[in-house]
């Protein structure tokens, strides 16, 4: 049965909250119950649908999901081990295993994509499954972006990513590397690829560094001279991995708080530093990388200190980088995105010695091959509209390039929310629309000694194969074993569990073997004003309740009450939003 | 206001328990609750080598008999996890799913003993010394004359090491970084220090000249219970291994509150975190300290316990600032015995 | 090492308390341990009533239940609230570490631990569930925990439990699962309280028994042919017990319509020479007076239990009380005098139900046996004689000559005893009447007769007094001469006895004495005993003080009373302190 009720979007929204929490809304309560039976294949196509490259997302992802599930709430124990199964199920399908592709007929329409990253190639396949000619223009030598040119190696293995970018383009995408768009020499101006295609995506990301201002301690206020040993981390991650010989000094000081700071460190100790050390300006608890991330960093023996801003360097008598000066900070109030203000202490300056500086304190898009002008927004980024589209007509723009820095997975759910809104401007109206699908479920699906299973653990390769020669990928994945243990953890959250109200007799069996204070005696529950349900107001003594509810928000869906319930009044459905074509 | 004030404090160690002391003494009438993780009221860290010197009775441990909580009005919530802080609604939430609300905070939660992350995988296989029950496991796995390993070697390890060389165990310390903790020493002091545990008996593996510990295993059936495997192939082995690599803050639990924190809570020379009602004393804080301009720590039974005091004060109308009460040098004296300021409990 | 541990589990109704209490008493009574154990439950089946399961396993012998418990189980953190202030100081505090609804400030157990209790927060649902997959089973989980916190032997349990749950199937598997993971929490606890269990006593056998089902097995061994009866609180057990075993003894019970049915039926058993039992209580009793009143008349042998509850009227039928013993002496018109026995304990209660069937026989009439409420629930581990210690045939030997046309059923014999014979015997005919009749049996209402026969009824009781092989009366304490002497009968005694030991060890020269036999009563003996004490109290469970006037009007002397008639047990510390108030006062008067 299918629904639009918004009480049941309002349910689905609610309480899958891994899905909702996802950028890409990946289906994640369908593909893991697919591992938990052992279908790999359907599982990584589940993903597939959401998330054109889930073998890569499944290593590097910074995990959103799991932050949101349900059984790392409060009391529940630790979230599932969403990313590691996402890998698992691309790992583990079988070598023949046929990627399905829906195909709609051919539209006559060609469309540029400018940069082939996350954000382009997933706009970049759905476009070409929806009909369209797509070229994509990508200025390195290789496709991937961020995903080849910023994720080291030992995270994100190349020959995985090329399969899965290759099997994203494989409709008939014209990919043109080593082409890039601008004014320069061998470069195609913007304005002719506006002429020759009916629309153009610009997905160009967000690379170029940020500048750091540093003054030469004692020379004086003005910025100290350039210095070999002084590096931005991003650039320095992409020249190493286009191939040039990188080297760093003993002593390595990263600058930076995010997913490149820690990869340059990583990557510093892996090319035989004595000593990384990564300098935050807040401290650990606040800054956006995963703790798993950070763990591993440590283990390689990078190490972290906190409350300092970086102001200037201390260079010997050759030019060369001895140490870096940093002011003390405090903490400051907190900032939207979950950080927090660091305030320098005058006075407070103080010397760390190192040999090698890396800089990575974010990055800014590079938009000056523009024209015609179109609007910016108060960051300098491109402004665009609802659909994706530019102040300019058939000029759309997404990912990184728009947004500024974010992560791979945001990218690639607003690649493929502006290839929607592209399509729906080319063709006159959105072809898709997302429905509530529901199902009746006979039997609970679940035991519940499967809540009290472990997380497992990624195994990763032992420290002394790390830093050695080959460099492996640090984590192994999780072998089909575990991943059925993994995936029978998730309380598949997209089944609503619900008492008939008219048959239910009262006896209470359900209240008694409820492994959480999920079923309530309650006087009523509030209505909203889209008509969804809301809080449930209880009930203190018999004669006050209305009726026994399960509150799906405290629900597990263990299928206790179910199994308890003598009159068989308790129902079961699956909830899942799914894609349709509209009329 | 007619009724009495709230004060919640975190923690029976020395710097809650003095705090408690004071806060009754200043407030006769105000409520105070001492909450801990622990099953027993507060006794001295610094005692448990003495179950070694066949001091097995916890009761014999005990800083004040149980009678003196019920005589002071104290209400000691034992075995009593803090999982979140919520200052805006001045309530903690209790890990048993009850809520508790507070008119004033006191965190002094101390350190745990830290370990480093390269060795996390063997944590099952190693024996920590931080209360009266690891304590007396220890001292029932350990046989007559067994043999201890210590890594890291912070001054609570080698403290207990005295006891343990002491009491005809034998001792092997795999020094490295975190030896002498919290002390800093020079290259040549090291030295020195190093020389005078090997002449109390102690016997001295350089980690890093051993290319650090590749594994910790358990012995097979009938050898000792544990071997330790050096990178450059030295192995030793031993009946317990006991890390010590220094003390890492307890502070998980307040990371909701929105006070500020960097590896413990920052807080003012007078205590005070970044909320009014909120201040913390003892191994979990930072202060802030204007000789050295940065925060930083203040360890040692005395400084710990000065800390408890001046919160106790300052909750209760006082504004004043933190003034250390122990030096922090390392002595050698007549060169053969070490002197530390932690090693002094008086 | 001595063992004196006495351990509290509550919850609410419907948990499993009260089973958790049953397992783990018999638990330790297979491993050796000696055990008082009663429990408290509400009226209610499941809902919101609370349980308390209360036993004390000790290796030496005990009397009473302490003041204040070594262990406390909390199944249900509500009800456990109210209880953690029974244990004490270094004693254990059992309770589930995590609540799933969310708890205002205070209302967690840990809130209102003593500082000297020591908290063992476990998490008993999640074992559980862990080990079953559901919530049930958290009653084994927390004896599995005691058993390995105590480092108590497996086997015992195992084997209970077996017993408890065969052929339920999937239920005896899940128990020992739920139980081995509560075991190995336990064992892997660090032990911080100073309660512990020695090596119990080896070579006992013993076994564990309520007053009701030692009453039970007392009427098995005393060879009991047949049990008429209608059930009521607190005395049905006997009769479901001996439903059970009366069959495979070949013997008969059968379940009447109302209370004067059933001691009908008694008596008209009893008349053929069967050994003939009802069981029933105070509102029971009130029902069969009339009929009693027959059995005397007649000189019929009937053996009719009574466990005393909360009156009057239909009273509190799940509390216990002491106020049935008028009734019991006197109950029924005219003057009709019969034997009233009341055991003080479980093996009081074995003995006494054994020799009431000997004394009915013996003296041709229904003998009364009061038992009360606690003293039925009550279980304490019993040393069981080898075989029966009762005599099988106590009537009056009838010789050739006593038989004929001028026999005599009601002859006026020296003891008062007839020679008796039974329906069916030749040259044995006579007539039984209510009426008052002659020697024959034939009614007469001429005044000697009636004052000859009246005589006959009275005096040949008198001789029981006398039995060899019966204890009557028991003195305990100090010889001679005493400060505050104590008189108590039936359950009351246990505290008494233990409060009287206390009193001792703190310096009061002190006494007690149980009396057992209440008619005939001993008058000489309990006189005397009442002479060389200062004072005597009588503390009983009724209002009335019907001991104390029992007492006063058989011996003459006057005696202190203290009545409670709170459905509880009397308390040894209440005991102690009525009579240290005693003392003091006799002090003051003698300064």
Redesign the interface.
């Known amino acids: 049965m299918r629904s639009e009720d918004p009480r049941d979007v309002g349910w689905v929204r609610q309480n899958i909250p891994c899905q909702s929490a996802c950028p890409a809304g990946t289906n994640v309560p369908a593909y893991i119950g697919a591992i938990a039976a052992g279908r790999h294949g359907e599982a990584y196509e589940i993903n597939r649908a959401a998330n054109v490259l889930p073998g890569v997302l499944g290593r590097i992802c910074s995990r959103p999901c799991e932050d949101a599930c349900r059984h790392g709430w ?2 529940n124990g630790e979230a599932v081990g969403i990313c590691n199964l996402k890998r698992a199920a691309a790992d583990l399908k079988h070598a023949g295993h046929r990627i399905t592709e829906q195909l709609y007929a051919p539209t006559g329409k060609r469309i540029a994509i400018v940069g082939a990253g996350p954000a382009g190639v997933a706009a970049a396949h759905d476009l070409s499954v929806l009909g369209h000619d797509v070229t994509v223009l990508e200025r390195e030598q290789h496709f991937g972006g961020m995903l080849r040119y910023g994720i080291p190696e030992f995270r994100l293995p190349r020959d995985i990513l090329d399969i899965e970018l290759h099997n994203a383009l494989r409709l008939g995408v014209d990919l043109r590397c080593g082409q890039g768009v601008g004014h320069g020499p061998g470069e195609i101006p913007l304005a002719r690829l506006l002429e020759q295609h009916d629309a153009v995506l610009l997905a160009a990301g967000c690379m170029a560094p940020l500048p750091l201002q540093l003054r030469q301690a004692g020379a004086g206020p003005g910025a100290a001279p350039a210095c070999p040993d002084i590096e931005h981390g991003l650039p320095f991650l992409v020249a190493l991995h286009r191939g040039q010989s990188k080297s760093v000094g003993r002593r390595v000081a990263v600058v930076g708080a995010g997913f490149t700071a820690l990869d340059c460190a990583r990557v510093a100790t892996r090319l035989g530093a004595q000593q990384v050390t990564i300098h935050i300006r807040t ?3 606040y800054i956006p990388v995963t703790k798993e991330e950070i ?1 591993e960093a ?2 390689e ?1 990078v190490r972290i200190k ?2 300092r801003t970086p102001v200037g360097v201390v260079l010997d008598g050759q030019g060369r980088l001895t140490g870096v000066e940093f002011v ?1 900070n ?2 400051g109030a ?1 900032r939207p995105d979950g950080r ?1 203000q660091a305030l320098p ?1 005058e ?2 300056e ?1 010397v760390e010695a190192c040999d090698t500086l890396l800089i990575a304190i974010g990055q800014k898009t590079v938009n000056d091959f523009i024209e015609p002008q179109v609007e910016l927004d108060e960051w300098q980024n491109v402004r665009v509209g609802d659909a994706g589209m530019t102040s300019v007509r058939g000029l759309f723009a997404c990912g990184d390039f728009v947004t500024g820095p974010s992560t791979v997975v945001e990218a690639i759910g607003r690649g493929r929310h502006a290839a929607q809104g592209l399509d729906a401007w080319l063709m006159g109206k959105p072809r898709r629309r997302r429905v509530v699908r529901i199902e009746p479920v006979q039997q609970p699906l679940r035991e519940r000694s499967f809540d009290f299973i472990a997380r497992q653990e990624m195994p990763t390769a032992p ?2 194969e790390r830093l050695g020669k080959d460099r492996p990928e640090v984590e192994i994945g999780l072998d089909a074993q575990q991943a059925v243990q993994e995936a029978r953890r998730c309380y598949l959250c997209n089944l609503h569990y619900q008492i008939d109200v008219d048959r239910c007799i009262y006896c209470r069996a359900c209240i008694e073997v409820a492994p959480r204070n999920c079923i309530k005696l309650v006087q009523g529950v509030d209505i909203l004003d889209d008509g969804s349900y809301g809080s449930l107001r209880e009930a203190r003594e018999w004669n006050q309740v209305g009726a026994i509810w399960i509150d799906n928000n405290e629900c597990i869906r263990c299928g206790a009450c179910f199994r308890a319930c003598p009159v068989k009044c308790i129902a079961i459905t699956r909830n899942e939003f799914v894609e349709v074509d509209t009329p | 206001m007619t009724r009495p004030r709230h004060h919640v404090i975190i923690g029976t160690g020395v710097a809650g328990n003095q705090a408690t002391r004071t806060l009754r003494q200043r407030e006769p009438d105000a409520r105070i609750s001492l909450l801990t993780l622990s ?3 507060f006794y001295n860290r610094y005692d448990l080598p003495r179950v070694f010197r066949g001091v097995h009775d ?1 009761r014999e441990f005990l800083v004040d008999p ?5 005589d002071q009005r104290i ?6 996890q803090v ?2 802080v919520d200052a805006q609604r001045k309530t903690l ?9 507070y008119d004033t905070l006191l965190v002094a939660s101390g350190g745990r003993a830290y370990l ?3 060795l ?1 995988e063997y944590r099952d296989l190693l024996d920590g010394f931080t209360s ?2 690891q304590a ?2 220890m001292q029932r796995k350990l046989p007559a004359g067994g043999a201890v390993a210590i890594l890291g070697g912070d001054m609570i390890g080698l403290d207990l090491a005295r006891t343990l060389v002491d009491t005809g165990h034998r001792v092997m310390l795999v020094a490295g970084k975190h030896t002498f903790w919290p002390h800093v020493e020079t290259p040549e002091q090291r030295q020195a220090l190093l020389g005078v545990l090997q002449s109390m008996g102690i016997e001295i593996i350089d980690a890093e000249a051993q290319g650090g510990i ?1 594994s910790i295993q358990a012995g097979a059936r009938g050898f000792a219970a544990r071997r330790l495997v050096f ?1 450059k192939g030295r192995e030793c082995t031993a009946d317990v291994v006991l890390p010590s690599f220094g003390l890492a803050p307890a502070v998980e639990f307040m ?1 909701g509150s ?1 006070v ?4 413990g809570l ?1 807080v003012s020379p007078s205590l005070r975190t ?1 909320d009014d009602s909120i201040l913390a004393a003892g191994d979990v804080c930072q202060i ?1 300290s204007e000789a050295d ?3 930083r720590f203040f360890f040692g039974w005395k400084n710990v316990r000065a800390m408890g005091e001046l919160a106790a004060r300052n909750l209760t109308g006082d504004d004043e600032a933190f003034e250390p009460a122990q030096d922090e040098t390392l002595h050698i004296h007549d060169g053969m015995t070490i002197h530390s300021p932690f090693w002094e409990y008086a | 090492m001595k063992t004196d541990v006495q351990i509290e589990i509550c919850g609410s109704a419907g948990e499993g308390t009260i089973a958790a209490g049953d397992i783990l008493r018999n638990a330790l009574a297979e491993a050796g341990y000696r055990i008082i154990s009663f429990d408290a439950y509400p009226a209610e089946i499941r809902g919101f009533g609370k349980c308390v399961a209360r036993l004390r396993a000790t290796t030496e012998q005990a009397y009473s239940l302490k003041e204040k418990a070594d262990v406390l189980v909390c199944l249900n953190d509500e009800h456990g609230v109210a209880h953690v202030g029974d244990v004490r ?1 270094y004693g254990a505090v059992i309770y589930e ?12 157990v ?2 209102h ?4 209790q ?4 476990l998490q008993i649902r999640e074992l559980s569930e862990r080990a079953t997959g559901a919530t049930r089973s958290r009653n084994l989980v927390v004896l599995g925990y005691l058993a390995g916190l105590y480092a108590l032997a497996r086997e015992p349990f195992l084997r209970i439990i077996e017993a408890k749950f065969k052929g339920k199937g999937e239920g005896a598997r899940m128990q020992r699962s739920a139980f081995a993971a509560g075991f190995a929490a336990g064992a892997a606890t ?1 032990k ?1 309280d100073l309660v512990a269990f020695g090596k119990p006593v080896q070579g006992q056998h013993s076994v564990m028994l309520n007053g009701n089902a030692a009453v039970a097995q007392g009427c098995l061994d005393a060879g009991i042919d047949n049990f008429f009866g209608y059930p009521i609180t607190p005395a049905t057990t006997i009769m479901e017990k001996l439903a059970l075993e009366m069959p495979r003894h070949g013997k008969r019970l059968v379940q009447t319509e109302d209370e004067i049915s059933a001691i009908a039926s008694t008596i008209g058993a009893g008349y053929t020479g069967a050994r003939a039992a009802t069981a029933t209580s105070g509102p029971g009793l009130a029902l069969m007076s009339e009929m009693l009143g027959l059995g005397i008349m007649a000189e019929v042998p009937a053996v009719v239990f009574v466990s005393q509850r909360g009156g009057p009227s239909t009273g509190i039928p799940t509390k216990t009380e002491q106020s049935d013993l008028n009734m019991a002496i006197y109950g029924s018109p005219g003057d009709a005098p019969r034997i009233v026995i009341a055991p003080t304990n479980v093996e009081g209660c074995y003995r006494c139900a054994g020799k009431a069937f000997e004394m009915a026989e013996r003296y041709q009439t229904p003998v009364i046996v009061l038992l009360d409420l606690y003293l039925s629930n009550r279980y304490e581990t019993v040393v069981m004689p080898a075989k029966s210690v009762f005599e099988p045939d106590c009537d009056k030997a009838l010789s050739k000559h006593d038989l004929g046309p001028g026999y005599k059923r009601y002859a006026l014999t020296p003891d008062g005893v007839s020679p008796r014979a039974l329906p069916g015997t030749a040259g044995g005919m006579h007539v039984v009447t209510g009426l008052e009749h002659n020697e024959m049996g034939r009614v007469n209402e001429g005044p000697d007769n009636h004052e000859a026969m009246s005589r006959k009824r009275h005096e040949k009781l008198r001789p029981a007094l006398q039995l060899a092989d019966f204890t009557h009366l028991k003195r305990f304490g100090d010889e001679g001469r005493v400060a505050i002497g104590l008189l108590a009968w039936g359950s009351t005694f246990g505290e008494c006895l233990a409060a009287m030991f206390r009193a001792r060890t703190d310096g009061m020269r002190c006494a007690a004495m149980k009396v057992v036999m209440l008619q005939p009563f001993p008058a000489d003996a309990v006189a005397a005993f009442i002479d060389d004490c200062d004072v005597v109290l009588v503390p009983e469970l009724n209002y009335q003080g019907q001991f104390a006037q029992l007492v006063q009007s058989e011996t003459g002397r006057r005696v202190q009373r203290y009545n409670r008639v709170s459905g509880a047990p009397l308390r040894v510390e209440d005991i102690l302190a009525q009579m240290q108030a005693l003392h003091a006062a006799g002090n003051r008067r003698a300064a």
């Open positions: 409060p009391g401290a650990e608890e763990f440590k283990r023996g906190g409350l003390q405090r903490l907190w927090r202490i006075g407070s103080f420290l002394h | 099953a027993l009221p916890w149980p009678s003196y909580y019920e209400e000691l919530r034992r075995c009593t999982v979140n939430a209790l890990e048993h799913n009850e809520t508790l609300s480093p992350e390269e996390s009266f029950e007396m496991t590749a990178g990371i929105g500020a924190i960097e590896r920052l970044t802030w301009n940065r925060y | 100081d570490a995590k609540s799933l609804a969310a708890l205002p400030e205070g209302a967690h840990s809130a631990l003593r500082p000297a020591i908290p063992y927060p660090f911080l």
